[in-house]
């Protein structure tokens, strides 16, 4: 594993109002790492993930990726960079098929005459390099798909773009014990594949399956990175539940008024 | 753990995959038929139900009524229905989209209006007819983009924004016919919409053209799939549907061309060939186009859809001109039916049977679900059903209360299929 970093925020704020979601967070991902993120609710992953994808512009701090100093304005700035996002409800269309759903909004077409054939190629070809063997065709309806089914297609359409860094919304909320466990391997294969993943969970289980490091936040700070080896659930849950900042000096470490929402 | 900074995801891994299961029907003729079972059973029915709908129709009316089964109203019903077909067109897409059009009855009015006007002799601003139907579609397409633009930028739902447009249209064909009282339409071309009758060769040759484009269609699919181990239709299936086309198509000029009024024999009605073109292209603007998947998209989950980078408002604009468009083109067939545009324009129930037959043909009320063939099929059914009731001399009153028992019986039975289908969970 290369230790250049693929993704690093450095003392990333954000506040809404009189909230401070986010409070000089720093964050990284390594290519063909696992990384974990996990904190309480109002902790302030999702508004850390959202300020990756584009959709909140950070008040202060940088957003470097490859090593460059990058302006993500929007989910389309984030896509050419190579980040994509699963979030939590999927985004999918539960009346188009696999196919249609692989490649929404960016179908595969000439004078804007679609074409099938490459596209349900190239769909099979994914499936086959992420080894989800569940889904019977790519021609039915995803309102036909399990649970897993669905979350294996959510990711398959995030990672067919070329993508490096891929950002994964609690993946098995939701899910069933086979069906989480299809869901992490498909995960592991991500990051074997040489990818980024950042991998947001409740599920310290899953974590520990899955994760190569853990980033811990609290109340919008960062409060401790752990090695998943090197490190146990209980340390991570004391983390989560009453970590201290690492860096930041002259502010109390416990909530102050500035609770995230 | 290896790493390949920047190795995209399709590079396949070390470990090789399984390849995908296969299709597990059989191939050839059982291959058909074990399809076709498992849809029945599943509760997949697709067109089936009303098909075999339509043929009750004919069979009782064939019967009941003496001159329901003559060539002449065969034409006559293929021009009755012509109109109701196209505006159905449009509500498929609007159905689409989980919006409604309410306005469309109307705006087949302004369409038959624009051309009446602008056709006009002696009014210093007659058009050639062709013309004049070009600008009645575009000026009308326009007018439902600009009440798809409310709706898709202002956010008003559409059903209030075209129940606007309902009344606004409304009030002007009012006000523009109310001291007039009719306008003829001495236009040939504009009257050839409805009641020009090709050669019978003429009719055989468009026949024999709409046979071979589905299996050409087919064709061409194999070719550019090439390679691919994409699975295709069962030969069986495209020789089956095939035959099907080419009896209907040859079978509806056989008849139209037996027709005879007087001394004038009759022939393929020109707006028969108006309709199958346009179901054609709308089929494959919906099925076949970046446009059409998107719509579905839409229809299916918004939010989803613009996650993916599709742009929402410009979709939901387009929708409403080609409703705006199919209204027009409906408005200006019903109009050369009577070569005039009367204050009793749009006739009888326009707007709801055009939604109906968008309806009984399986297109849903909450989007995401239909097909443009399911809008054709309907208005068959419905213009069947009103033109055999007619020609039985029923009363209007009972026209309507049939009409509206298939309706809710066709939606009932669809829902009933639905809740099979989740049973099965296909």
Same mark, same amino acid.
């Given at each position: 594993?290369?230790?250049?970093?693929?993704?690093?925020?450095?003392?990333?704020?954000?506040?809404?109002?009189?909230?401070?979601?986010?409070?000089?967070?720093?964050?990284?991902?390594?290519?063909?790492?696992?990384?974990?993120?996990?904190?309480?609710?109002?902790?302030?992953?999702?508004?850390?993930?959202?300020?990756?994808?584009? =959709?909140?512009?950070?008040? +202060?701090?940088?957003?470097?990726?490859?090593?460059?100093?990058?302006?993500?304005?929007?989910?389309?700035?984030?896509?050419?960079?190579?980040?994509?996002?699963?979030?939590?409800? !999927?985004?999918?269309?539960?009346?188009?098929?696999?196919?249609?759903?692989?490649?929404?909004?960016?179908?595969?077409?000439?004078?804007?005459?679609?074409?099938?054939?490459?596209?349900?190629?190239? =769909?099979?070809?994914?499936?086959?390099?992420?080894?989800?063997?569940?889904?019977? +065709?790519?021609?039915?309806?995803?309102?036909?798909?399990?649970?897993?089914?669905?979350?294996?297609?959510?990711?398959?359409?995030?990672?067919?773009?070329?993508?490096?860094?891929?950002?994964?919304?609690?993946?098995?909320?939701?899910?069933?014990?086979?069906?989480?466990?299809?869901? !992490?391997?498909?995960?592991?294969? !991500?990051?074997?594949?040489?990818?980024?993943?950042?991998?947001?969970? /409740?599920?310290? /289980?899953?974590?520990?399956?899955?994760?190569?490091?853990?980033?811990?936040?609290?109340?919008?700070?960062?409060?401790?990175?752990?090695?998943?080896?090197?490190?146990?659930?209980?340390?991570?849950?004391?983390?989560?539940?009453?970590? @201290?900042?690492?860096?930041?000096?002259?502010?109390?470490?416990?909530?102050?008024?500035?609770?995230?929402? | 753990?290896?790493?390949?900074?920047?190795? +995209?995801?399709?590079?396949?891994?070390?470990?090789?995959?399984?390849?995908?299961?296969?299709?597990?029907?059989?191939?050839?003729?059982?291959?058909?038929?074990?399809?076709?079972?498992?849809?029945?059973?599943?509760?997949?029915?697709?067109?089936?139900?009303?098909?075999?709908?339509?043929?009750?129709?004919?069979?009782?009316?064939?019967?009941?009524?003496?001159?329901?089964?003559?060539?002449?109203?065969?034409?006559?019903?293929?021009?009755?229905?012509?109109?109701?077909?196209?505006?159905?067109?449009?509500?498929?897409?609007?159905?689409?989209?989980?919006?409604?059009?309410?306005?469309?009855?109307?705006?087949?009015?302004?369409?038959?209006?624009?051309?009446?006007? @602008?056709?006009?002799?002696? +009014?210093?601003?007659?058009?050639?007819?062709?013309?004049?139907?070009?600008?009645?579609?575009?000026?009308?397409?326009?007018?439902?983009?600009?009440?798809?633009?409310?709706?898709?930028?202002?956010?008003?739902?559409?059903?209030?924004?075209?129940?606007?447009?309902?009344?606004?249209?409304?009030?002007? $064909?009012?006000?523009? @016919?109310?001291?007039?009282?009719? $306008?003829?339409?001495?236009?040939?071309? $504009?009257?050839?919409?409805?009641?020009?009758?090709?050669?019978?060769?003429?009719?055989?040759?468009?026949?024999?053209?709409?046979?071979?484009?589905?299996?050409?269609?087919?064709?061409?699919?194999?070719?550019?799939?090439?390679?691919?181990? $994409?699975?295709?239709?069962?030969?069986?299936?495209?020789?089956?549907? =095939?035959?099907?086309?080419?009896?209907?198509?040859?079978?509806?000029?056989?008849?139209?061309?037996?027709?005879?009024?007087?001394? =004038?024999?009759?022939?393929?009605?020109?707006?028969a060939v108006i309709l199958v073109f346009f179901f054609i292209l709308l089929t494959f603007i919906a099925k076949s186009t970046t446009f059409g998947r998107h719509v579905y998209a839409v229809g299916g989950n918004a939010e989803a859809a613009r996650r993916a980078g599709i742009n929402v408002p410009r979709i939901r604009v387009l929708v409403f001109v080609i409703s705006g468009a199919t209204a027009a083109i409906g408005?200006?067939?019903?109009?050369?039916?009577?070569?005039?545009?009367? !204050?009793?324009?749009?006739?009888?129930?326009?707007?709801?049977?055009?939604?109906?037959?968008?309806?009984?043909?399986?297109?849903?009320?909450?989007?995401?679900?239909?097909?443009?063939?399911?809008? @054709?099929?309907?208005?068959?059914?419905?213009?069947?059903?009103?033109?055999?009731?007619?020609?039985?001399?029923?009363?209007?009153?009972?026209?309507?209360?049939?009409?509206?028992?298939?309706?809710l019986g066709a939606v009932t039975l669809d829902t009933f299929g639905r809740r099979l289908q989740q049973r099965a969970g296909r």
């Amino acid at each position: 594993m290369s230790d250049a970093p693929l993704l690093q925020l450095r003392s990333l704020s954000k506040s809404f109002g009189s909230v401070q979601a986010l409070n000089e967070v720093d964050f990284e991902v390594r290519p063909g790492e696992v990384m974990a993120l996990v904190g309480d609710n109002g902790a302030g992953k999702s508004t850390l993930i959202k300020c990756v994808a584009g =959709t909140h512009a950070p008040d +202060s701090g940088q957003i470097l990726f490859e090593g460059k100093e990058v302006h993500i304005h929007g989910p389309k700035d984030a896509a050419q960079l190579g980040i994509e996002v699963v979030y939590q409800d !999927l985004a999918l269309c539960d009346n188009l098929d696999v196919v249609q759903n692989m490649f929404l909004g960016r179908e595969t077409n000439r004078f804007q005459i679609l074409n099938e054939a490459a596209m349900e190629f190239q =769909t099979q070809e994914t499936l086959k390099s992420l080894a989800v063997t569940t889904i019977k +065709s790519v021609r039915q309806p995803v309102a036909t798909l399990s649970g897993g089914q669905r979350q294996s297609v959510a990711v398959a359409k995030a990672v067919q773009w070329n993508s490096k860094l891929v950002i994964l919304d609690e993946p098995t909320a939701a899910l069933g014990v086979a069906q989480t466990e299809q869901v !992490l391997a498909l995960v592991r294969r !991500l990051g074997e594949q040489g990818l980024g993943v950042v991998l947001i969970s /409740h599920n310290l /289980h899953d974590i520990f399956e899955t994760a190569d490091r853990i980033t811990v936040l609290r109340l919008g700070r960062d409060v401790g990175i752990f090695e998943r080896r090197a490190t146990t659930q209980q340390a991570v849950v004391e983390a989560i539940t009453a970590g @201290l900042p690492t860096k930041v000096a002259g502010i109390p470490s416990t909530a102050g008024p500035e609770t995230a929402a | 753990m290896t790493t390949e900074a920047g190795a +995209s995801a399709d590079v396949v891994g070390p470990d090789q995959p399984k390849p995908l299961e296969e299709e597990e029907l059989p191939t050839g003729l059982a291959g058909v038929w074990a399809r076709t079972w498992l849809n029945i059973r599943t509760g997949n029915l697709g067109p089936l139900p009303i098909i075999i709908g339509e043929i009750a129709v004919v069979i009782i009316f064939g019967f009941t009524a003496t001159n329901f089964f003559t060539a002449v109203n065969f034409t006559n019903l293929i021009n009755e229905m012509a109109g109701t077909a196209m505006l159905a067109f449009g509500v498929v897409f609007v159905l689409l989209l989980g919006e409604i059009d309410l306005s469309i009855g109307y705006l087949a009015g302004i369409g038959a209006l624009i051309v009446a006007e @602008l056709q006009l002799p002696g +009014s210093g601003h007659q058009l050639n007819g062709i013309l004049a139907m070009l600008i009645a579609v575009a000026a009308v397409a326009l007018i439902g983009g600009v009440q798809g633009s409310i709706v898709a930028f202002v956010g008003v739902p559409s059903f209030v924004v075209t129940l606007a447009g309902f009344l606004i249209w409304q009030g002007v $064909i009012l006000n523009k @016919l109310e001291q007039r009282g009719t $306008i003829i339409i001495q236009d040939r071309w $504009i009257n050839y919409t409805d009641s020009y009758a090709f050669s019978h060769l003429a009719g055989y040759l468009i026949a024999a053209i709409l046979t071979l484009l589905y299996p050409l269609t087919v064709l061409y699919k194999r070719i550019a799939a090439r390679g691919t181990h $994409i699975a295709q239709q069962n030969w069986w299936g495209v020789a089956a549907r =095939t035959i099907g086309i080419a009896l209907a198509a040859f079978g509806t000029v056989a008849i139209a061309n037996h027709g005879k009024v007087i001394a =004038t024999s009759l022939g393929l009605p020109l707006s028969a060939v108006i309709l199958v073109f346009f179901f054609i292209l709308l089929t494959f603007i919906a099925k076949s186009t970046t446009f059409g998947r998107h719509v579905y998209a839409v229809g299916g989950n918004a939010e989803a859809a613009r996650r993916a980078g599709i742009n929402v408002p410009r979709i939901r604009v387009l929708v409403f001109v080609i409703s705006g468009a199919t209204a027009a083109i409906g408005g200006i067939i019903f109009a050369s039916q009577v070569n005039s545009v009367a !204050l009793t324009f749009p006739p009888g129930n326009l707007l709801l049977n055009a939604i109906a037959s968008a309806v009984i043909g399986g297109v849903s009320l909450f989007g995401g679900r239909g097909e443009v063939r399911g809008a @054709l099929l309907g208005a068959v059914l419905i213009g069947t059903l009103q033109n055999g009731l007619n020609t039985l001399n029923v009363s209007n009153g009972w026209i309507y209360i049939i009409t509206g028992l298939v309706l809710l019986g066709a939606v009932t039975l669809d829902t009933f299929g639905r809740r099979l289908q989740q049973r099965a969970g296909r």
